[in-house]
């Protein structure tokens, strides 16, 4: 999608990949690239993190690494319970992926084709992991509710029962949404990110009396703008795990409430009293 920049007698040009047929099939050999790097760079920071918690002394990307665990455990034994601490692994390695993905963007130099372009600034790496994460959601539903109780989550809520027809469209459409909202919000971030970039790199062909003016406004702008650049990456990556920890917390709403077994119902409760007694 071609875009005239009026004035600098250029143009830029968004959601362009190279593209090579396989088997039939179209393939963005450089989103596949970057994707690539992007899982090497994950396993190289598994393996140092790995040396790190073999010493007695912990590292500074253990002592990160271990902080960003631990806040995610709490947020998700506080939302879901113990049943949910198998989300865990998931959310961080979704946000560890992803902010690896969108570090790439800083790296950028606003090129009609990056060498390591940001592989979530393509649809298509967004909505499989969207996708993946909604299965894995809706199969944990089926795992607490059960059959019976997955149908009745969807066809008796909001509406009373004789509003069956108007509650399965209603969930339907939010469950169609739920992949396609948290895909496009990353999606959109990082694709904005690309074009700002290429914004700023088409800042060169301004002169101004032969001066080179658009150059010294690209050494300007250019840092502080991946500055603020990877910023929103890193949040963007907080957003996608957080949002996977609350559909797993909707899914799975009932895991943390289940009636008590039949031996601690028939135990006698340890309160302690209102009152303290006084001595006699």
């Known amino acids: 999608m071609p875009l005239d920049l009026m004035g600098?007698?250029?143009?830029?040009?968004?959601?362009?990949?190279?593209?090579?047929?396989?088997?039939g099939l179209q393939l963005d050999l450089d989103t596949i690239?970057?994707?690539?790097?992007?899982?090497?760079?994950v396993c190289?920071?598994?393996?140092a993190l790995r040396r790190q918690v073999k010493r007695d002394t912990p590292g500074r990307l253990q002592v990160a690494f271990e902080m960003g665990?631990?806040?995610?455990?709490?947020q998700v034994e506080g939302s879901i319970g113990e049943a949910g601490r198998a989300v865990i692994p998931l959310a961080v390695a979704l946000f560890v992926f992803i902010f690896v993905c969108n570090c790439f963007e800083s790296i950028g130099l606003g090129s009609h084709f990056e060498w390591l372009a940001a592989p979530t600034g393509d649809i298509n790496l967004p909505l499989s992991m969207a996708l993946f994460v909604i299965l894995l959601v809706h199969i944990a539903s089926l795992r607490t509710r059960g059959l019976g109780g997955y149908v009745r989550h969807y066809?008796?809520?909001?509406?009373?029962?004789?509003l069956i027809p108007f509650n399965l469209f209603i969930n339907i459409v939010e469950e169609l949404a739920k992949p396609i909202t948290l895909a496009l919000r990353l999606f959109g971030n990082l694709l904005s990110g690309?074009?700002?970039?290429?914004?700023?790199?088409?800042?060169?062909?301004?002169k101004l009396s032969g001066a080179p003016v658009g150059d010294v406004v690209i050494v300007i702008i250019?840092?502080?703008?991946?500055?603020?650049?990877?910023?929103?990456?890193?949040?963007q990556a907080f957003i996608f795990a957080l949002l996977t920890i609350l559909y797993f917390d909707t899914a799975m709403s009932g895991a943390h409430e289940r009636k008590p077994s039949r031996l601690r119902r028939l135990l006698p409760s340890r309160q302690k009293p209102l009152v303290p007694s006084t001595p006699s």
């Not at 190289?44 to 393996?47: A, D, K, P, T």
């Not at 250019?222 to 949040?235: E, H």
């Open 33 to 41: 690239w970057a994707t690539g790097a992007a899982i090497v760079v």
């Open 222 to 235: 250019n840092p502080v703008w991946k500055l603020f650049d990877l910023a929103i990456g890193a949040i």
């Open 155 to 162: 066809a008796l809520q909001p509406f009373p029962i004789f």
């Open 8 to 23: 600098f007698g250029t143009d830029i040009s968004v959601g362009e990949h190279v593209m090579r047929k396989v088997f």
């Open 194 to 206: 690309t074009l700002m970039l290429s914004l700023i790199a088409a800042l060169g062909a301004w």
């Open 69 to 74: 665990v631990s806040a995610v455990t709490k």
């Open 44 to 47: 190289l920071l598994g393996f």
